[in-house]
């Protein structure tokens, strides 16, 4: 049996606090140490035994692919309020405007019953809240223009409605590398000729309207929202609906049940017409 002495238990006890003492010193002196103890930004997660020249440089994520930009359908008008029928198809456009919570729970909706949605975006909107258009499209949705502002854009002058147009598809190739596939006029059912032939020299081929109203922005309540829906759509119908509305997203559930059962799919307005 070995016996451990006072003086061996002073030793160890010695050993043991020089030990403690050079793993700070060490870890004072690691290149991956600030002087402040922080961990420096190219740090690894976890130290582990090998040489550094093992440690790779993680790869920058790769940039998103450009959105989808407009297109030109020869059989469709320059202003387009339905789609073809007998597909059994229907889009639901929605104003790009309003609390991101609000965007974020309509899309969510959609894309737990499999729809998707088209999204016609306000430029200052996106100023405010620029993830939501990359939000957008993951979601698989279409994206389009909403003008800058969302002022009354068939009453404005020729030089002002332009810059409304092309102020959002700026921020939209900035965002995404695309102006959008859709204009739609803003505060306004139909674009006045002027406001047709300025969308088309931004880029535009047509212009977006719709055939089914929701009047989801007067707050009439979901089942209001519902019935105006439901009421007017069709095969091939194209619904105005918005962002921002605690209304429209109690609705949407009641409306994508309800489109399922007619055997209905909501596309976005590029699969619907296309």
């Known amino acids: 049996m070995v016996r451990v002495t006072t003086s061996d238990r002073r030793s160890v006890l010695r050993a043991g606090a020089g030990l403690v003492a050079g793993g700070a010193f060490a870890a004072a ?22 040489p550094a020249s093992s440690t790779r440089t993680p790869k920058a994520p790769a940039r998103p692919l450009a959105a989808p930009a407009p297109r030109a359908f020869p059989r469709q008008p320059v202003q387009i309020s339905h789609g073809p029928s007998g597909r059994s198809r229907v889009a639901l456009t929605f104003h790009g405007q309003g609390e991101p919570s609000v965007a974020r729970a309509l899309l969510g909706e959609a894309e737990r019953h499999g729809a998707r949605v088209t999204v016609l975006a306000v430029g200052s909107w996106l100023d405010a809240h620029p993830y939501l258009a990359r939000r957008i499209l993951d979601g698989g949705h279409d994206l389009g223009n909403h003008t800058q502002r969302h002022l009354d854009i068939n009453a404005m002058p020729e030089a002002e409605a332009a810059a409304e147009i092309t102020g959002c598809a700026e921020r939209l190739r900035r965002l995404t590398g695309s102006i959008g596939t859709w204009f739609r006029p803003s505060r306004a059912t139909r674009a006045s000729p002027l406001v047709a032939t300025l969308a088309r020299r931004a880029g535009y081929p047509h212009v977006l309207s719709y055939d089914v109203d929701s009047l989801d922005f007067t707050s009439p309540g979901a089942a209001a929202v519902a019935r105006n829906v439901l009421g007017g759509i069709r095969d091939g119908s194209v619904v105005s609906l918005h962002f921002g509305y605690a209304d429209t997203v109690a609705a949407l559930p009641a409306v994508l049940d309800e489109l399922d059962r007619r055997g209905l799919s909501a596309v976005t307005t590029t699969e619907l017409i296309g």
């Open 29 to 50: 002196c690691s290149p991956f140490t600030s002087p402040s103890g922080a961990v420096a930004p190219h740090a690894p997660a976890s130290a582990s035994p090998g």
